[in-house]
């Protein structure tokens, strides 16, 4: 059944996607809308629960493939040609996104600190699913889009370690696991960088040599290779896709190339299967249950938490005002933060019930205000004078 609402929601996406490009109109706000309709509390075609083991599998699969085909898009020169940017948002962005949104769950919902620092870490980092619609429009100025693109491929990586580490805290656990979380990112960064490099280098031998009918699946069967050894040897899955990507795009352009496309439409494709299935979690009365503090914390998450953190963050950063807002607001949330609201549900802590209500609710608005502004953000740049100035980062 689940296959079926996919496949019919699917071809009303394709068949309204010229639409879609033109105006506010968005494919993911549609399938997130689906899902509501299609949920067991409201029509009940689907039967799926925040326990349902395709609900966590799809969402790690969806920010895996974007992650991993968003990595392409950058390589390790590029990275550190154009750091100080991505630098400053991630330096000092995410740590003050996640103080601010704790304070708010704190001082407005009423949370205990662990679970107010816990609910901040998992909100804190962005969604390169829902930053890839302004990424990948060449609309927007090359340094805002490399910006929001290395900035959401990092940040999942970097707030787990403060999720795990608040989950255990609000679960009055005595040992925190620091060293696993250290080798669990050090294993997620290896496995990504040193596969692609190797299949990369096995394919330039002269015993091997991908056809042409072959070649887009070479990067197919990397990641897939990545997926899996992360998987086996509990390295960070996050990290180790984008590793992966940058590792492709750096050592083997063909490859990328040959991917590029195939690659895209898969990663949409899982993230819009993601998004069905995280829509039929959401009904009127699961949004009933959450108190006006909650939308008060939802609206503070999206709207001050983010804008406030990077205001400080880009300080004499010669980034222009207009780029800055733009950075500013196209904070989405999304699927690294439904993983890590899953989690909460999972370690079973007091505030569990209440934390996903809070996190579900505003990944649900976040998704309906961010795929519905990206073609008025892209659109704002069209004549706007964007020359960048000294030793603002910008990619070359």
């Given at each position: 059944?689940?296959?079926?609402?996919?496949?019919?929601?699917?071809?009303?996406?394709?068949?309204?996607?010229?639409?879609?490009?033109?105006?506010?109109?968005?494919?993911?706000?549609?399938?997130?809308?689906?899902?509501?309709?299609?949920g067991?509390?409201?029509?009940?075609?689907?039967?799926?629960?925040?326990?349902?083991?395709?609900?966590?599998?799809?969402?790690?699969?969806?920010?895996?493939?974007?992650?991993?085909?968003?990595?392409?898009?950058?390589?390790?020169?590029?990275?550190?040609?154009?750091?100080?940017?991505p630098?400053?948002?991630?330096?000092?962005?995410?740590?003050?996104?996640?103080?601010?949104?704790?304070?708010?769950g704190?001082?407005?919902?009423?949370?205990?600190?662990p679970?107010?620092?816990?609910?901040?870490?998992?909100?804190?980092?962005?969604?390169?699913?829902?930053?890839?619609?302004?990424?990948?429009?060449d609309k927007?100025?090359?340094?805002?889009?490399?910006?929001?693109?290395?900035?959401s491929?990092?940040?999942?990586?970097?707030?787990?370690?403060?999720?795990?580490?608040?989950?255990?805290?609000?679960?009055?656990?005595?040992?925190?696991?620091?060293?696993?979380l250290?080798?669990?990112?050090?294993?997620?960064?290896?496995?990504g960088?040193?596969?692609?490099?190797?299949?990369?280098?096995?394919?330039?031998?002269?015993?091997?040599?991908?056809?042409?009918?072959?070649?887009?699946?070479?990067?197919?069967?990397i990641?897939?290779?990545?997926?899996?050894?992360?998987?086996?040897?509990?390295?960070?899955?996050?990290?180790?896709?984008?590793?992966?990507?940058?590792?492709?795009?750096?050592?083997?352009?063909?490859?990328?190339?040959?991917?590029?496309?195939?690659?895209?439409?898969?990663?949409?494709?899982?993230?819009?299967?993601?998004?069905?299935?995280?829509?039929?979690?959401?009904?009127?009365?699961?949004?009933?249950?959450?108190?006006?503090?909650?939308w008060?914390?939802?609206?503070?998450?999206?709207?001050?938490?983010?804008?406030?953190?990077?205001?400080?963050?880009?300080?004499?950063?010669?980034?222009?005002?207009?780029?800055?807002?733009?950075?500013?607001?196209?904070?989405?949330?999304?699927?690294?933060?439904?993983?890590?609201?899953?989690?909460?549900?999972?370690?079973?802590?007091?505030?569990?019930?209440?934390?996903?209500?809070?996190?579900?609710?505003?990944?649900?608005?976040?998704?309906?205000?961010?795929?519905?502004t990206?073609?008025?953000?892209?659109?704002?740049?069209?004549?706007?004078?964007?020359?960048?100035?000294?030793?603002?980062?910008?990619?070359?």
């Open positions: 059944m689940l296959l079926l609402c996919f496949a019919v929601v699917l071809l009303i996406a394709v068949l309204v996607s010229s639409l879609a490009h033109r105006t506010i109109l968005s494919t993911a706000v549609l399938f997130l809308v689906a899902g509501f309709v299609l067991p509390e409201t029509t009940g075609v689907l039967d799926l629960r925040p326990d349902s083991p395709v609900v966590s599998t799809l969402a790690e699969l969806a920010l895996f493939a974007v992650l991993f085909t968003d990595g392409m898009r950058v390589g390790w020169s590029d990275l550190r040609s154009a750091w100080r940017l630098g400053r948002a991630l330096g000092w962005g995410l740590p003050l996104t996640l103080v601010i949104t704790a304070l708010a704190h001082f407005v919902v009423g949370l205990d600190w679970a107010a620092l816990l609910i901040g870490a998992i909100l804190a980092p962005t969604d390169p699913v829902f930053a890839s619609a302004l990424v990948g429009n927007v100025p090359a340094r805002l889009r490399h910006l929001l693109n290395v900035e491929g990092v940040n999942d990586g970097l707030a787990l370690p403060f999720v795990m580490v608040f989950l255990a805290v609000a679960a009055g656990a005595d040992d925190l696991h620091l060293g696993e250290g080798i669990e990112l050090a294993v997620g960064i290896v496995i960088v040193a596969v692609p490099w190797v299949a990369i280098r096995l394919e330039r031998l002269k015993f091997f040599s991908a056809s042409t009918q072959y070649e887009p699946l070479n990067a197919v069967a990641g897939v290779l990545v997926l899996a050894l992360a998987e086996t040897l509990h390295g960070n899955l996050f990290l180790a896709a984008f590793a992966a990507g940058i590792t492709v795009a750096t050592f083997g352009p063909a490859q990328r190339e040959a991917f590029e496309h195939f690659g895209e439409l898969i990663a949409e494709s899982l993230k819009l299967a993601a998004l069905l299935v995280f829509g039929a979690l959401i009904s009127m009365e699961f949004l009933g249950e959450i108190s006006w503090q909650g008060v914390f939802g609206l503070i998450a999206l709207v001050v938490a983010r804008p406030a953190a990077l205001a400080v963050s880009f300080l004499r950063s010669g980034l222009g005002a207009r780029e800055q807002v733009a950075a500013m607001w196209f904070g989405p949330k999304g699927f690294a933060s439904v993983v890590y609201g899953l989690l909460v549900l999972e370690a079973g802590i007091p505030d569990a019930d209440e934390v996903f209500h809070l996190v579900a609710l505003t990944i649900v608005m976040s998704i309906v205000a961010h795929s519905s990206d073609i008025v953000v892209a659109r704002s740049f069209e004549h706007a004078d964007l020359t960048p100035e000294p030793d603002s980062g910008a990619p070359r």
